[in-house]
């Protein structure tokens, strides 16, 4: 069992930036992959990014790369996902997620945090 905590979001401005971090305790040896995905308003869940833990590879959606940067301390077991030149299209509930190795799957998720870009 896991459990993932994400922190608290806020407002920013266009163009501005915002860092979120992801902590996940409990059974966290056998973790394969921390992911960011985020559901705007009237709009269907997306994948934001993913960080592999075993090799720190990383991948994002094409609507961030450029912007966004996740990264991860697997002492720690945290993620972070760097947000800059926010855009109003960034507003959205934003989730961690998690997998456990051989499983291909994200079992684990936040409660989601609320981030807001305005114009």
């Known amino acids: 069992q896991v459990q993932l905590v994400e922190s608290e979001g806020g407002s920013v401005q266009a163009g501005g930036s915002l860092t979120l971090s992801c902590v996940a305790t409990?059974?966290?040896?056998?973790?394969?992959?921390i992911a960011w995905f985020r559901r705007a308003p009237g709009k269907e869940r997306e994948f934001v990014a993913v960080?592999?833990?075993?090799?720190?590879?990383?991948y994002y959606a094409d609507s961030v790369t450029g912007r966004f940067t996740i990264s991860g301390d697997n002492a720690k077991n945290t993620v972070w996902l760097q947000m800059n030149s926010l855009k109003p299209e960034d507003t959205a509930v934003y989730y961690c997620?998690?997998?456990?190795?051989?499983?291909?799957?994200?079992?684990?998720w936040g409660r989601g945090t609320q981030v807001t870009v305005s114009s």
């Open positions: 997620a998690a997998d456990m190795a051989r499983v291909g799957a994200y079992n684990y």
């Open positions: 960080i592999i833990r075993s090799t720190s590879d990383t």
């Open positions: 409990g059974r966290t040896s056998s973790l394969s992959r």
